[in-house]
């Protein structure tokens, strides 16, 4: 029998054509994710959809994450059986729930097409369309947070030990690029109105693409996996047990970092989501003007993440970059309070935090559990961290209507933003705390990730 001496995943060409390959399906689910932030008035004008309407829409994505655990669910399944059947399965409900949701918004649904007879057979209060978009919206949710979950179990695989904390990067700057993208293609294809349903259609056709590069990631893993048999004998697949989640779940600085991941993205990307028109309130910005400063934030973290996970592979920091970042975000929510700096100085200074924290957070998670359950790990983060991209925004908009009764056209955001605020201080809590219990317990949080 030949023996390979070099498996697939020591050569860094062919290490980087699987970033790129997987890579793109994460573009593609950043991108539904987010392209209908700037159809959200087209959306209301054509299909009579309300505030709430949109902010049920938006949130129904994390109720198969939060409610069901799927996130936790799909990362079992993910380290029981494999990257390959649970990729393809999860990628496959991405697909489903954006072609769905894109038929929901079609002419042809509304036209009485499938499905619509049933839809308005119950809750009248909601329009069929809606309806089919909320069920769209739930299986694009249940696939995309697992399907993350897949591709940072996928580069753990290939660049574990070489150069990981750079490729997260890159993958979460995939994912930032995916949502630049939206925000700058969606609102020209809809153009005003006349193409709504062409931008969703372009938004799910995306995704299903996406699961095509899938299928072609599935052939390269295949025949890592082969060459690895060859030269190490293979453990059969340890079976889920609640054992595991136990110890995973008693590990302290795991659980900080669950929580400062919980509290970190509740307070930026809810804020995205209000920020376009925080800025028009506050500032007196034109929607291009407020389109323009938000989506500076996506193309910024696109190269910051990167840069910061090529320090950190080689430097180590980890803990402290979290801490920085955490900092960061609470002066940034504070500035934007209480003074009139020009947005575009707190903006960069988020995009900073913004890139920090990711960097320095999911690539630590391989110095803390054993990479047979990682997927359950990254599983039980997402799903932890979905809880607050549902309630967050909910919130933010009953503080908005408590603060501004009577619903005026230009709304007071101050104590809005300082929940935000109040968000990144409690997550600063949770940075230092992290740091406390790495220097007591020395997990390695703070070493170089590319020290074996
Ligand atoms: C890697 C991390 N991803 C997430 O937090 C996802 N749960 C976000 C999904 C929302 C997509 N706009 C990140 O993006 O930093």
Not at 414 to 429: E, R
Request: some cysteine.
């Amino acid at each position: 029998m030949e023996k390979v001496r070099r498996a697939l995943n020591d050569s860094p060409a062919m290490r980087w054509a699987v970033l790129v390959l997987v890579g793109f399906v994460l573009s593609v689910n950043y991108y539904f994710y987010d392209a209908f932030s700037t159809l959200k008035d087209l959306l209301l004008k054509e299909f009579n959809f309300t505030n709430t309407d949109y902010g049920l829409f938006v949130s129904f994505y994390s109720i198969p994450n939060t409610f069901l655990l799927m996130a936790v669910i799909g990362g079992a399944i993910l380290d029981r059986f494999g990257i390959r059947r649970t990729g393809f399965m999860f990628v496959f409900f991405m697909a489903f729930g954006a072609l769905l949701t894109a038929y929901g918004a079609s002419d042809y649904y509304s036209a009485g097409g499938p499905g619509y007879g049933l839809m308005a057979s119950f809750l009248p209060n909601y329009s069929p369309e809606l309806k089919m978009m909320l069920l769209g919206r739930f299986f694009f949710g249940l696939g995309a947070e697992t399907s993350i979950v897949v591709v940072s179990k996928i580069l753990v695989k290939w660049f574990k030990g070489k150069n990981l904390a750079l490729a997260f990067g890159l993958k979460v700057g995939f994912g930032r690029l995916g949502t630049f993208a939206a925000l700058q293609v969606s609102p020209v294809v809809a153009g005003g109105g006349p193409n709504l349903t062409t931008a969703v259609w372009l938004a799910a056709i995306l995704v299903l693409s996406g699961l095509l590069a899938f299928m072609v990631y599935m052939l390269l893993d295949a025949k890592l996996d082969k060459q690895v048999a060859l030269t190490t004998p293979t453990a059969a697949p340890e079976k889920f047990s609640f054992k595991d989640l136990g110890v995973i779940l008693s590990n302290r600085p795991f659980i900080y970092i669950v929580l400062l991941c919980v509290t970190f993205y509740s307070a930026v990307f809810p804020f995205v989501s209000y920020a376009p028109d925080f800025f028009a309130d506050k500032f007196g910005f034109t929607d291009v003007q407020s389109g323009r400063v938000t989506s500076l934030l996506p193309i910024g973290t696109a190269f910051f993440t990167p840069l910061f996970g090529f320090i950190i592979d080689r430097y180590g920091k980890s803990a402290t970059a979290m801490i920085l970042g955490s900092l960061i975000v609470l002066g940034v929510h504070l500035t934007f309070a209480y003074t009139m700096v020009s947005p575009y100085i707190p903006v960069i200074f988020l995009g900073i935090a913004f890139s920090l924290v990711p960097a320095a957070m999911w690539p630590s998670m391989v110095k803390l559990v054993k990479d047979s359950r990682i997927g359950t790990a990254y599983g039980i983060m997402y799903s932890v961290q979905n809880l607050g991209l549902w309630g967050i925004p909910l919130l933010a908009g009953i503080i908005l209507d408590k603060t501004n009764p009577g619903n005026p056209l230009v709304a007071d955001y101050t104590m809005t933003i300082l929940m935000f605020a109040g968000l990144g201080l409690v997550g600063l809590l949770f940075s230092l705390l992290l740091k406390f219990e790495d220097k007591k317990k020395a997990f390695g949080i703070e070493l170089p990730l590319n020290k074996k």
